[in-house]
């Protein structure tokens, strides 16, 4: 049984969150815990329960899937598209970085009210700051991906008459393949993060929304159920991300490969 749990990467990743839930759930129905402040899983459970029955739970995660979905996309076309430009050109990366580095600074929230301004409350503001979020961990991947190629490996390419494209396609993305796919997994975190600050900005629908929706109401329950599901939907996209990347990366040999 214990050989099992080891070997078996599901059962021991679920085992801390379990027991942690447990705890929990014995310590909020012995009084430990005050409901009001952190009512017990299963009242929690209950709540998710109820959303789904009425139909309303479905539109807010999809609208916050799409939302975050339409955000990754677009930021990850433009952080490869400038990452790609800025890691193969020294004089692109003198032009462009600097700025893109300051930008980096600025914190999530800071961009809201500006988004607000320019954009209104609809979804183009929404998915421009999930973009925004999503641009700089994949365009710095990308970068130091491009720039972190062994000139060996380009050295050995020309010898056997590689060049231009060939070059690019044989040698170059899949040296920096691996450093781009943490980029993605990267951006996807953080456009998760994003998605939360943008759906503050006047939602009427989304998880978000439902974070505020329980605020409002002083419905601790609402906010950590809806807490539970960005976790949840989160660990699920990145474990999608996570196996792409198993499987692009299966050349390589690695210390830890099998």
Same mark, same amino acid.
């Given at each position: @049984?214990?050989?099992?749990?080891?070997? +078996? =990467?599901?059962? *021991?990743?679920? *085992?801390? =969150?379990? *027991?942690?839930?447990?705890?929990?759930?014995?310590?909020?129905?012995?009084?430990?815990?005050?409901?009001?402040?952190?009512?017990?899983?299963?009242?929690?459970?209950?709540?998710?329960?109820?959303?789904?029955?009425?139909?309303?739970?479905?539109? +807010?995660?999809?609208?916050?899937?799409? !939302?975050?979905?339409?955000?990754?996309?677009?930021?990850?076309?433009?952080?490869?598209?400038?990452?790609?430009?800025?890691? %193969?050109?020294?004089?692109?990366?003198?032009?462009?970085?600097?700025?893109?580095?300051?930008?980096?600074?600025? =914190?999530?929230?800071?961009? &809201?009210?500006?988004?607000?301004?320019? @954009?209104?409350?609809?979804?183009?503001?929404?998915?421009?700051?999930?973009?925004?979020?999503?641009?700089?961990?994949?365009?710095?991947?990308?970068?130091?991906?491009? !720039?972190?190629?062994?000139?060996?490996?380009?050295?050995?390419?020309? @010898? %056997?008459?590689?060049?231009?494209?060939?070059? &690019? !396609? !044989? #040698? #170059?993305?899949?040296?920096?393949?691996?450093?781009?796919?943490?980029?993605?997994?990267?951006?996807?975190?953080?456009?998760?993060?994003?998605?939360?600050?943008?759906?503050? @900005?006047?939602?009427?629908?989304?998880?978000? %929304?439902?974070?505020?929706?329980?605020?409002?109401? %002083?419905? =601790?329950?609402?906010?950590?159920?809806?807490?539970?599901?960005?976790?949840?939907?989160?660990?699920?996209?990145?474990?999608? *991300?996570?196996?792409?990347?198993?499987?692009?990366?299966?050349?390589?040999?690695?210390?830890?490969?099998?």
């Amino acid at each position: @049984m214990w050989k099992k749990l080891r070997t +078996h =990467p599901v059962l *021991l990743g679920s *085992l801390l =969150p379990i *027991l942690l839930l447990a705890a929990w759930e014995i310590l909020s129905r012995a009084g430990v815990i005050p409901a009001y402040q952190l009512p017990a899983p299963s009242a929690i459970l209950s709540t998710i329960i109820t959303y789904l029955q009425d139909g309303t739970l479905q539109d +807010h995660v999809l609208l916050t899937v799409y !939302r975050l979905f339409v955000g990754f996309i677009i930021g990850t076309i433009a952080a490869i598209l400038l990452g790609t430009l800025v890691g %193969y050109s020294e004089l692109a990366e003198r032009f462009f970085d600097p700025l893109i580095q300051a930008f980096r600074s600025i =914190p999530s929230l800071a961009w &809201v009210p500006l988004f607000i301004l320019w @954009m209104g409350i609809g979804e183009t503001s929404k998915v421009t700051l999930i973009a925004v979020g999503v641009f700089f961990p994949v365009y710095l991947n990308i970068v130091d991906g491009i !720039r972190g190629v062994d000139r060996k490996l380009i050295e050995v390419g020309r @010898m %056997y008459g590689l060049d231009g494209v060939a070059l &690019v !396609r !044989r #040698i #170059i993305l899949p040296a920096s393949l691996p450093s781009f796919l943490t980029g993605l997994r990267s951006g996807l975190g953080l456009g998760w993060m994003f998605v939360v600050a943008a759906e503050i @900005m006047g939602a009427s629908q989304g998880l978000g %929304y439902l974070l505020i929706l329980g605020q409002n109401t %002083y419905s =601790p329950d609402v906010i950590i159920a809806s807490i539970f599901l960005f976790a949840l939907l989160g660990k699920l996209t990145d474990w999608v *991300l996570k196996l792409i990347q198993k499987r692009s990366l299966h050349w390589q040999d690695t210390a830890l490969a099998k």
